[in-house]
């Protein structure tokens, strides 16, 4: 998905990679929401720098994540041919030896169906305008954050639906986007059991996230707030 150049030029203030405790293997890191995977995960990094490759490959410690990591790049054309299918790569923009172009070429044709997060510590708008052009998820500058690192991955194995929010998880942000929504317009819980026809007990429940709401009563709700479904679907993605 496309991305504001000038969201990604601004270089971080904040300490260069906070320390980390990498977690034991078969732990999965927590995030902003929770979520599972669809399968095991392959990710890629590639990095000259083993310090930032072995910051990386801790923050990303789950264990539905196989986490592979380059640092030579002398090794980056091989590791790409390789009987791997990434669903994502982290590159570090300038590897020493390599032209960037020929790099998204070789990931282009050799890992097609990967997506991209570039990360960089000489951000430039010609350099952003490159990554545009190869598609990449997204462009992160160093020093960046950990936790924003995780999110930005996060985000970009959603998009490809490797990921998905729990179903606790998604009852929790739907219950939290209908009360956001009916608090919004001054409404009580009694002016929506009301307008919906639904107990006043069970929509409390569903804006507590404690129980699942059927499309039908989904479908009332969101009448009686006046928005579409894919309005209210969508407003959890920012939850």
């Not at 002016?191 to 499309?215: F, H, P």
Request: hydrophobic content about 40%; charged content about 20%.
């Amino acid at each position: 998905m496309p991305f504001p150049v000038e969201d990604r030029l601004s270089a971080a203030t904040k300490p260069m990679f906070p320390p980390i405790t990498p977690a034991p293997k078969g732990t999965p890191q927590t995030t902003t929401r929770e979520l599972q995977s669809a399968g095991e995960i392959h990710i890629l990094i590639l990095d000259d720098d083993p310090h930032t490759c072995a910051v990386i490959q801790a923050a990303l410690a789950n264990r539905d994540f196989s986490v592979d990591v380059v640092s030579d790049p002398m090794l980056v054309e091989s590791a790409l041919s390789g009987p791997t299918s990434y669903h994502l790569i982290i590159l570090d923009y300038v590897l020493p030896g390599l032209e960037t172009e020929q790099v998204f070429a070789w990931i282009r044709d050799r890992q097609p169906d990967a997506n991209i997060i570039v990360v960089t510590g000489y951000p430039s708008v010609d350099s952003a305008i490159n990554c545009l052009r190869a598609r990449t998820c997204d462009y992160l500058t160093k020093p960046f954050q950990v936790e924003q690192l995780r999110e930005i991955v996060h985000r970009c194995l959603e998009s490809k639906g490797l990921l998905r929010m729990t179903e606790e998880a998604l009852k929790e942000a739907l219950g939290q986007a209908i009360r956001e929504r009916r608090k919004a317009l001054g409404l009580t819980l009694a002016n929506m059991s009301d307008r919906t026809g639904v107990s006043l007990g069970y929509l409390s429940q569903i804006e507590l996230g404690k129980n699942s709401a059927s499309i039908e009563t989904l479908y009332k709700i969101c009448l009686a707030l006046g928005m579409k479904m894919s309005e209210l679907f969508n407003a959890i993605q920012r939850v």
